[in-house]
């Protein structure tokens, strides 16, 4: 049996590694590509069936997913931009579940407004590890990728909330919308106050305890397991800690991380953990249909599929009505600072709007529902619903998944000056550690730099790599020859670096000097290479 299982699971790892390479030939976003392949697979005659388990949604893979979202978001951007995350993420979310609630009571016989609310609650949130993954694919503005990203990390709370108490609801017949919100408050802030806590124990065991580089990116693996854990054993927001200690913990990441090894291994040992869970996570969305279409019910597919389509336009206008109501109404609404303070027009809300692609969470949250009531009968509609969940998604996120880009294309949006280019960027940063290099040395290590001609050669070289980004930086803020000047010396190091490489190989061979040694200058050239080519694009 755990051969069968390890043999489907390495099956599975090795179709969402050549499915992904395929997608990126194709230029579509690879959970998007997934998803759709999963769904072919699925069909496959003698495909085995394989059925997700919510509990390992929630607590396999949803931490470590946040948290990685997480640590990759701007404090900066994301408290700048705080009014607008806040009403998409909470304000948009109750909207939503709202409207979806008395639509569906409306329109599916039998269905009571509870189970509407649990609907809504379901299929309310854009995920973050949709949008995170479908947006590191396209060029948009800062502010509208600080947005978008803030939304997607906090709206699982509240959308998961919204579903707490509409499950309570159906499986005890009672609704209090006071003590509701009163609870919504307390679960919500009791997860940040448990994420913080458990954030600061473990920037002490970082920062003040011998760690090595693996001891690091293993602690960095748990953290997030222990933030969910604490919060959901308390009842409170597991999402909102996972969350709420990522953020703190990048913000505080320069201190934790007291040398490069450390931060380089860390980074790459997430790199590979998150990539292998959106798959498996993508992959077996699409794998999941059979088994929702399999237990129907009462309901035709045809019925089924009427409902999914009517709640997903819902779904989508009124997002994208929403949010175009952010850019234009008064401001005691959004404040000073509307959705589009910086570019009133039609363009930053249309993006905004459209990019709602709903992912795991929602399958997760519908797959919760328990088999039965409190009184053992079967749970109403429970098949219904998680097949209008599947619907929800699938058009969502395949449909306005590949259309994003196609839109953004299309109102042709520009950033709004929030940030110099990234290219100008990278330059002033460079120029201005060189700066306090040079300036360290020419005031506390004169004697040195005339004596010591390893100091003297150190601060030759940095004056010269001083003048070469000052040269750099000025070609960036004009056109012409010195621009062309700058992308040919960047070619001629990217040529010296394909030598040096070779180099290393011949030196390999020669086996006079040992491999770890090879391995370091070649992780070098590495570096190097990886931020050069990174400039020029």
């Known amino acids: 049996m755990f051969h069968a299982q390890l043999l489907i699971v390495l099956t599975l ?16 976003s690879y959970p998007i590509f997934l998803v759709l392949a999963g769904l072919g697979i699925s069909f496959i005659p003698g495909m085995p069936r394989i059925e997700i388990e919510p509990e390992m949604i929630f607590l396999l893979f949803l931490p470590p997913l946040l948290y990685e979202a997480a640590w990759y978001t701007s404090w900066n951007d994301f408290w700048k931009w705080r009014r607008g995350i806040g009403m998409l993420a909470f304000g948009l979310v ?11 009571t409306a329109m599916i ?49 509240s959308s998961l909330i919204v ?3 509409a499950l309570a609801a159906v499986l005890s017949g009672y609704f209090s919308m006071g003590q509701a919100v009163g609870q919504f408050f307390l679960v919500a802030g009791m997860g940040v106050v448990v994420g913080l806590a458990i954030a600061h124990m473990m920037y002490v065991v970082h920062r003040f305890l011998p760690t090595t580089p693996s001891i690091d990116a293993a ?41 490069g090894n450390s931060r380089l291994q860390t980074i790459g040992v997430w790199a590979t953990v998150i990539f292998i869970l959106n798959g498996l996570v993508f992959i077996l969305i699409g794998l999941e249909l ?20 009517v709640i997903s336009l819902i779904t989508i206008v009124v997002r994208i009505i929403y949010v175009m109501s952010l850019a234009y109404v008064p401001k005691w609404v959004g404040s000073t600072k509307r959705m589009d303070h910086y570019n009133p027009t039609w363009k930053a809300p249309l993006i905004v709007g459209w990019a709602g692609m709903r992912g795991v969470v929602s399958l997760a949250s519908a797959l919760a529902i328990p088999l039965l009531l409190t009184n053992g009968q079967a749970f109403p509609h429970r098949s219904l619903i998680l097949f209008i969940t599947f619907v929800v998604i699938l058009i969502t996120l395949v449909f306005q998944g590949l259309t994003l880009p196609l839109i953004i294309k299309w109102v042709k949006m520009k950033d709004t000056g929030d940030y110099l280019p990234d290219e100008e960027q990278d330059a002033g940063i460079s120029l201005r550690l060189m700066n306090i290099a040079v300036k360290e040395l020419d005031e506390k290590y004169t004697d040195e730099i005339r004596n010591n001609p390893f100091v003297g050669c150190l601060r030759d070289q ?76």
């Open 163 to 165: 579903f707490r108490f």
């Open 219 to 259: 602690l960095t693996l748990i953290t997030p397991y222990m933030m969910y854990i604490a919060a959901e054993e308390f009842h409170f927001s597991g999402v909102m800690a996972v969350v709420s200690g990522g953020l703190f913990l990048s913000y505080r990441s320069h201190e934790l991380f007291t040398t």
């Open 462 to 537: 940095l004056q010269n790599d001083k003048v070469i980004m000052e040269q750099r930086l000025e070609s960036l803020e004009c056109d012409g020859m010195r621009r062309e000047e700058v992308e040919h010396y960047n070619r001629i190091l990217l040529h010296i670096y394909k030598l040096q490489r070779s180099e290393l190989h011949v030196l390999r061979k020669e086996n006079f000097y040992s491999d770890e040694e090879i391995r370091k200058h070649e992780s070098q050239l590495d570096l190097d290479e990886t931020k050069l080519i990174k400039a020029e694009h």
């Open 94 to 104: 109750f909207l939503t579940s709202t409207i979806v609630a008395f639509v569906s």
């Open 13 to 28: 790892l090795f179709a969402v590694f050549i499915l992904t390479m395929l997608g990126q030939k194709l230029h579509i």
């Open 290 to 309: 059979p088994v929702i279409m399999a237990d129907m019910g009462g309901y035709s597919i045809a019925e089924a599929i009427k409902y999914g389509v």
């Open 109 to 157: 016989p039998g269905f009571t407004l509870a189970m509407g609310f649990l609907l809504g609650g379901i299929i309310s949130p854009p995920d973050a590890v949709a949008a995170n993954s479908v947006l590191k694919t396209l060029k948009l503005p800062k502010r509208l990728t600080a947005t978008l990203e803030g939304e997607s990390l906090i709206n699982d709370a």
